[in-house]
């Protein structure tokens, strides 16, 4: 018996089994050989099993009419699809059967044609022919979605899967199968990853588009073609690190754009502060590093904008440190800033310098002008001290000397 179908009565709820009974009743049967002579009850679809499939079934109605006529096995092939050709004979007990002394014998014609004088033959013939259409619809289906994967070069995802689709698997059936191949896993590899990082799956459209995306960035930047090269399977096995970390393309785009413009395009002082800052990392592989999702994007900034402000100050001829530039960076000093302040500081600083030694004041540094430059704590002091040695030198040679006609004698706006 099919799977799914029952004879035991016990097992179909009330209103099932009532039915049955009254059914059984009005047959002449009991209830156990009325269920058993309609090849039991699908449980799922609660149809009976004479037919070979349960759009075919009969409904109680026609099934206790073709009885009472004595035509029942006629009724269920004409719904089926096949004919029943009565032809007169010789003989005369009308028993039912095809032997002698039958009045009539019966004849079943298959949809294609194909007579059949025996109910057995019939019903095997019928089979055979819903089971290749099956086959064909099957293939059908197979030689569709084999085209469309086959696109991306990931026919080989759904070879396994060809004699499930022959059978006719539901689509959700299909998708089970083909998540578990091996294939599969190695193709959308990345959705383990992010599994284990307590993300979702992403669907097969969705991971799909997200490479699509990645690629589409990289190609607008420049970036070579090994970083996005497809391979077995149309694996693009470079971006399984974003996918897996969860990285947007508009986060993969700004991770580009930190390292082409900010670093790789920059005056090469910026480089040079970066591989001076940070020694694990250097101008060849920039890139690299702020593409790593592990490296997350404001740590990558931090360290470029530290880079900036360093390259700013080789730029004026003065130096700094990974710590103060990262201080700088903190309390938003930005290149453009950098490249300005330290300027007017690389303009004025040995001469104040050199004033406070004169004058025995307190040192005058560059991390006092950066105070003053840049609006640190401190800006207040330091500019009281940059005016006292400056008032010293004026009151020492007149109005115009010194670097009271320079940088440091002019009041903070974009400078001294």
């Not at 109605?61 to 006629?74: F, H, I, K, P, S």
């Not at 991306?152 to 689509?171: A, N």
């Not at 006092?368 to 009281?384: M, N």
């Amino acid at each position: 018996m099919a799977e799914n179908f029952t004879t035991d009565l016990s097992k179909l709820d009330v209103n099932n089994k009532s039915v049955i009974i009254a059914n059984a009743k009005a047959s002449g049967q009991t209830p156990d050989q009325y269920l058993a002579s309609r090849g039991g009850v699908n449980l799922v679809t609660g149809q009976y099993g004479d037919a070979y499939d349960p759009a075919t079934s009969l409904t109680d109605a026609e099934y206790l009419a073709a009885r009472a006529t004595g035509n029942l096995n006629a009724v269920i092939l004409k719904k089926r699809g096949g004919n029943v050709t009565v032809t007169a004979t010789a003989d005369g007990d009308d028993d039912g059967t095809d032997g002698t002394g039958d009045t009539n014998a019966t004849t079943y014609t298959a949809p294609d044609g194909k007579i059949f004088t025996e109910i057995n033959a019939y019903n095997t013939y019928i089979a055979k022919l819903k089971s290749d259409e099956k086959a064909r619809i099957g293939k059908s289906a197979y030689d569709i979605l084999f085209s469309e994967f086959d696109r991306y070069g990931m026919g080989s995802l759904i070879e396994p899967l060809k004699t499930f689709i022959q059978d006719g698997l539901s689509e959700a059936e299909l998708t089970l199968k083909l998540r578990g191949t091996e294939e599969y896993k190695t193709r959308f590899g990345a959705n383990q990853l992010r599994i284990n990082k307590g993300l979702r799956a992403l669907s097969e459209s969705e991971y799909i588009q997200l490479e699509d995306q990645y690629q589409d960035v990289m190609r607008r930047y420049g970036l070579p073609e090994n970083y996005y090269k497809r391979g077995n399977l149309g694996r693009q096995e470079g971006f399984e690190k974003f996918i897996g970390g969860d990285v947007s393309p508009v986060e993969l785009e700004d991770r580009v754009q930190t390292a082409q413009k900010r670093v790789i395009n920059a005056n090469p002082e910026v480089s040079q502060a970066l591989k001076q800052f940070y020694p694990d990392i250097n101008n060849s592989d920039i890139l690299a590093y702020t593409l790593d999702p592990t490296n997350a994007i404001e740590n990558i900034k931090r360290k470029v904008t530290a880079a900036e402000i360093g390259g700013a100050a080789i730029g004026a001829g003065l130096g700094t440190n990974v710590t103060r530039a990262e201080q700088l960076g903190s309390a938003g000093i930005t290149k453009l800033q950098a490249q300005q302040g330290y300027t007017t500081i690389g303009g004025g600083l040995e001469r104040g310098s050199q004033l406070a030694s004169i004058y025995k004041q307190d040192p005058y540094t560059q991390t006092t002008a950066e105070s003053e430059i840049f609006s640190l704590p401190g800006q207040a002091e330091a500019k009281k001290q940059r005016q006292k040695i400056t008032g010293l030198e004026k009151a020492t040679f007149g109005a115009q000397t010194g670097i009271s006609s320079g940088a440091l004698a002019r009041d903070r706006a974009g400078g001294y």
